[in-house]
């Protein structure tokens, strides 16, 4: 699963990619999935859906659609649309939402030092949709999920040592977390999608760029 280490000038960097509205466009992906749930099971049960998606959300601290989909189902026991609605959450189509540029900069950064996926959240439906969306096989195969990554950094460096090491993420709450107990990260905000302007209290990353595509010529 790990390849042969490369080197960028004399110090080997691993860059640690987020997906979800740092590679991929996930608002689109819930605005339009929200969409085709509604189409299937009406106003008042797709209200119920997003009702238990917030609780089990509020219950585990990250999205888990199976479990959302296995309540549901409890819940709503006479749904003739169900197989269709999970049809629709773990079949999606997610290479269209992949960001412009965003298959570029993994390449540009691969020329810098080894590219990982490092995302968070349900250890089923993301890596569907890492997997689906293409984003596995642009870095070959190096994805690491955890419900709550940025507790599991010690891990991550057992299973990519590195001199140095980046993370790319669009949730400016977690590059803080990150950076408040493993200083020697050097962080970098992708100001895309809902979490973009939720930096209060945040300290300031070390690197910002307005879009994924910009990743390819920062300099770091």
Do not use: W
Not at 55 to 67: K, L, M, S, T
Not at 95 to 114: K, M, N, S, W
Not at 150 to 178: F, G, M, N, S
């Amino acid at each position: 699963m790990t390849r042969t280490t490369r080197h960028y000038g004399r110090m080997h960097t691993v860059f640690l990619l987020d997906v979800d509205n740092t590679l991929l466009d996930n608002d689109r992906f819930n605005s339009d999935l929200d969409h085709q749930v509604r189409a299937l099971l009406g106003d008042e049960r797709t209200a119920r859906f997003h009702a238990i998606y917030e609780e089990v959300r509020a219950a585990c601290g990250y999205v888990d659609y199976p479990e959302t989909l296995r309540r549901f189902a409890r819940e709503f026991a006479d749904e003739p649309h169900y197989t269709e609605v999970c049809a629709l959450v773990l079949g999606h189509p997610f290479e269209r939402y992949v960001f412009p540029g965003a298959f570029d900069a993994i390449r540009a950064l691969d020329r810098r030092g080894t590219t990982v996926i490092l995302s968070d959240g349900d250890l089923i439906f993301q890596a569907t949709k890492i997997g689906r969306s293409g984003l596995a096989r642009a870095v070959e195969g190096r994805v690491l999920i955890y419900e709550h990554k940025e507790t599991r950094l010690d891990e991550v460096r057992k299973r990519y040592p590195a001199e140095r090491y980046v993370l790319v993420d669009d949730k400016p709450r977690i590059l803080d977390d990150v950076k408040a107990h493993e200083p020697d990260v050097v962080t970098v905000f992708v100001r895309q999608g809902k979490y973009s302007h939720d930096t209060e209290g945040c300290r300031e990353p070390d690197r910002t760029v307005e879009r994924i595509a910009d990743l390819a010529a920062l300099q770091l």
